[in-house]
C-alpha cells in the first residue's frame, strides 16, 4: 500500500461509519394507537352557560381531536344528567334533560360513521325511566351514561338502590349498554361494599347489558385507594366466573395523569391484567380544566402505566361490543 492510499483510510473509514448511521437510522416508535376513545364528552352551550365556563366543545371540535390522535372512532356521553342533581334545582328540569340529550344526538349524528351518543339522565328523578324510554328512540344514541356521584346515588340506601336496578333492568329490555360513573359523591362512603352492592344487586338485574364502569371504579383524575377496594370486588368476581360479571368493561378514563407515580402506575398495570386486557378500553373525558385530549391523554397513558407491548396492543385494538350497532 501506498503512503498515499494509506493517507486516504481515515477518511473511508469516516465514509463506511457514516453509511452505517444512514443505513441503520433509530427505529421510530411504533407504539399502537386506540381504534376508538370509549368516553368522551361535549360542552354544549346551555352546559357551558350551567357550569359558568367560557369553553365549548362540539363534534366539530372533539373530531379534530381524535384526528389529532389517530383514532377513529368515539362515544359521547350526553352530560344531561348534571341537570338532574339535587344540588342544582334547575328550573324546567326534566325539558332540559330532554333538551342535552337531544343536543348530543344532533351533534353525533353529524358523523355518524364515527361517533355514538350515550345519553344521560338521574336514576333518582320520577321521569328517569320515561326519558330512557324516549332516548331508546333518537337517532345516533345506542345506550346509557349513569353518573352516580353528580346523581347523588348512594349505594347504601336501598331506595336508590331499587331506583338504579330499575333503570338497569328498563336498560336490559331496551338493549341498552350501560357506561356508569361508580364514585359516590364526594363526602359520602364508597369502597368494596359499594361495589358488591352494585354487582349483586344493580348489575344482575341486567343480565344481557354490557356495563362499562368508567375510571376503573374511580372518578379521575387519578387512581386513588378507594378505587383500587372497589376493582377487587369485580376482579374477585371475574376471577371465580360470577355470571353478573360477565358482561363487565372497564375504561381507563383519566386514571393516569402527568403526576402518576411509578408505584400507582404498576397498581394500575395489576388491576388490568387482573381482570383481562381485553375488558379494558381507553377514554380521554373531556379536555378542559387540565384534562388532556385523546392524543395526549393515550401518551400519558401508556407511559405511566407499566403494560407489555402486546397488553397496549390489546387495549388499543379493544372494541367494545355496543359499537357494532
Given at each position: ?95 332540559k334533560v330532554r333538551a342535552e340529550n337531544d343536543w348530543t344526538a344532533a351533534q353525533v349524528g353529524r358523523w355518524p ?213
Open positions: 500500500m501506498t503512503n498515499q492510499n494509506a493517507s486516504k483510510l481515515p477518511l473511508i473509514f469516516a465514509a463506511i461509519c457514516l453509511a452505517a448511521c444512514v443505513a441503520k437510522p433509530v427505529a421510530p416508535d411504533r407504539s399502537p394507537l386506540p381504534v376508538g376513545s370509549y368516553h368522551q364528552h361535549l360542552i354544549s352551550p346551555a352546559t357551558g352557560e350551567l357550569w359558568e365556563i367560557p369553553e365549548r366543545l362540539d363534534a366539530k371540535e372533539l373530531i379534530a381531536q381524535l384526528d389529532d390522535a389517530g383514532i377513529r372512532r368515539a362515544v359521547v356521553l350526553s352530560v344531561a344528567y348534571i341537570y338532574g342533581d339535587d344540588r342544582r334545582q334547575v328550573a324546567d328540569e326534566q325539558a360513521q364515527r361517533l355514538v351518543g350515550f345519553c344521560g339522565l338521574s336514576p333518582l328523578r320520577s321521569y328517569a325511566l320515561e326519558e330512557l324510554e324516549r332516548c331508546a328512540r333518537l337517532p345516533n344514541m345506542h345506550g346509557l351514561k349513569l353518573h352516580l356521584g353528580n346523581s347523588g346515588v348512594s349505594l347504601r340506601n336501598p331506595r336508590h338502590v331499587e331506583a338504579l336496578g330499575a333503570v338497569f333492568e328498563a336498560a336490559d329490555a331496551l338493549k341498552l349498554p350501560i357506561v356508569v360513573h361508580l364514585r359516590a359523591r364526594s363526602g359520602q362512603p364508597y369502597g368494596a361494599e359499594d361495589a358488591a352492592i352494585f354487582l349483586n344487586k344493580v348489575v344482575a338485574r341486567a343480565p344481557n347489558t354490557v356495563v362499562q364502569i368508567a375510571h376503573l371504579a374511580g372518578a379521575g383524575p387519578g387512581y386513588p385507594d378507594y378505587a383500587d377496594e372497589a376493582m377487587g370486588v369485580f376482579v374477585d368476581a371475574i376471577k371465580s366466573r360470577d355470571p353478573a360479571a360477565r358482561n363487565l368493561f372497564f375504561d381507563v378514563t383519566s386514571v393516569a395523569t402527568s403526576d402518576t407515580t411509578r408505584e400507582n402506575g404498576a397498581l394500575i398495570a395489576r388491576r388490568i391484567r387482573e381482570v383481562g386486557a381485553h375488558r379494558v378500553l381507553f377514554g380521554a373525558d373531556l379536555s378542559i380544566g387540565g384534562n388532556p385530549p385523546p392524543a395526549q391523554a393515550w401518551e400519558i397513558f401508556r407511559t405511566k402505566v407499566p403494560l407489555t407491548p402486546a397488553e397496549l396492543r390489546t387495549i388499543a385494538a379493544n372494541v367494545p361490543p355496543y359499537m357494532g350497532m
